[in-house]
């Protein structure tokens, strides 16, 4: 069974740091390219990175570029971002996701909130 | 980047229903395409990719059309299950980008 599960969601500062990981298990996790979606309260959804399956190519929405950090180690069956600078437009729940053949979320984890707040 | 959007934002509807979502590109995005439903406090759950393929296990009610520019979802026969949020997503080129969403509620 194919699983994502994502943690390190939780409360923090504007201006602070946070790093969230995708945990999965039930596919071979080194073949398969991987994104975050992060979706703010009551809002829809917005697409945040993307990571090929070697780490080679990434990409970033403008918004969170030169802020976040996507990364992976296929060792470990996960993958990581790392949310810098935070600020109170980033409060959402992030969602990981596996893509398939270029084809953005056949899988996806539960999610984890981050909450930016004073 | 290629904006998405979708029409119309809310949908009432009756169980059997047929129901039809939109969305349209600001650019070609060939079929580069997919649908999603989403539940409240729940993940989205892949529908349709390459704008008209259905996803394993996904109930034929569910169809998907289009290319370039403008794509429907189409759900035939509304069931109790299907009373959700819709989002396309075009995959076609980075940045990745989601229309605002659809919600189909009970009418």
């Known amino acids: 069974e194919v699983q994502l599960v994502e943690t390190g969601g939780g409360l923090v500062q504007p201006g602070g740091s946070l790093r969230l990981s995708c945990a999965v298990s039930g596919f071979t996790f080194s073949t398969y390219e991987m994104n975050w979606v992060r979706q703010a309260p009551g809002k829809g959804l917005e697409w945040v990175s993307y990571i090929s399956s070697t780490s080679n190519t990434i990409y970033y929405a403008d918004s969170v570029r030169g802020r976040f950090i996507i990364s992976r180690d296929n060792a470990k069956n996960s993958m990581f971002l790392q949310l810098n600078s935070l600020r109170a437009e980033d409060t959402a729940v992030y969602y990981c996701?596996?893509?398939?053949?270029?084809?953005?979320?056949?899988?996806w984890g539960q999610g984890t909130l981050v909450t930016v707040s004073s | 980047d290629t904006q998405m959007t979708q029409s119309p934002s809310t949908l009432s509807a009756s169980v059997g229903d047929r129901v039809t979502i939109t969305c349209r590109a600001s650019?070609?995005?060939?079929?580069?395409l997919a649908w999603y439903q989403q539940k409240p406090g729940k993940a989205p759950k892949f529908l349709i990719y390459k704008a008209s393929s259905l996803e394993s296990g996904v109930p034929s009610r569910f169809s998907g059309s289009g290319s370039g520019t403008e794509f429907t979802l189409t759900i035939t026969s509304l069931q109790p299950d299907d009373f959700a949020t819709y989002y396309c997503q075009q995959y076609n080129s980075f940045p990745w980008t989601f229309g605002q969403g659809t919600k189909v509620e009970i009418k």
């Open positions: 650019q070609s995005i060939s079929i580069g």
């Open positions: 996701a596996r893509v398939r053949a270029s084809v953005p979320g056949d899988y």
